[in-house]
């Protein structure tokens, strides 16, 4: 869902590459269904790894409070949000989710992205 957010807020003005520490291999049609809900497509997304992005070093890298599990991948910025899984609630747990991570990647790109980006 971020990946999807930061694509659709930002367009082409910033590269965003989103992956897990445990991927499940597919979207959960969950969070298809609730970004379907605000107009942004994600069906197209596939679940990575870690291993599975370009292995250099990144403006910021955001984990979603795995912890340990999230190996030190080198950033100029290191952010948490400490988001929790909504695998395991029902649609109204991904769209609190969904909700909160639009938040927080609007706050991001805000911050981060848009001083840097001429017009």
Same mark, same amino acid.
């Given at each position: ?59 910021? &890298?955001?984990?979603?409070?795995? @912890? #340990? =599990? ?5 950033? $100029?910025?290191? +952010?948490?949000?400490? &988001?929790?899984?909504?695998?395991? @609630? #029902? =649609? ?5 989710? $969904?909700?909160? +991570? ?18």
């Amino acid at each position: 869902m971020s990946e999807g957010f930061a694509r659709s807020l930002a367009g082409d003005t910033i590269e965003v590459f989103s992956a897990g520490s445990r991927p499940m291999g597919i979207v959960h049609p969950s969070a298809v269904e609730a970004m379907r809900a605000v107009g942004i497509d994600i069906s197209h997304h596939r679940s990575k790894g870690l291993s599975q992005i370009p292995q250099e070093k990144y403006d910021c &890298i955001v984990t979603m409070g795995c @912890g #340990d =599990a999230c190996p030190q991948i080198p950033a $100029r910025k290191r +952010i948490d949000w400490q &988001i929790p899984d909504p695998v395991s @609630g #029902d =649609a109204q747990n991904f769209e609190r989710v $969904r909700d909160l +991570i639009q938040t927080k990647v609007q706050e991001l790109i805000r911050k981060e992205f848009l001083p840097n980006i001429k017009k």
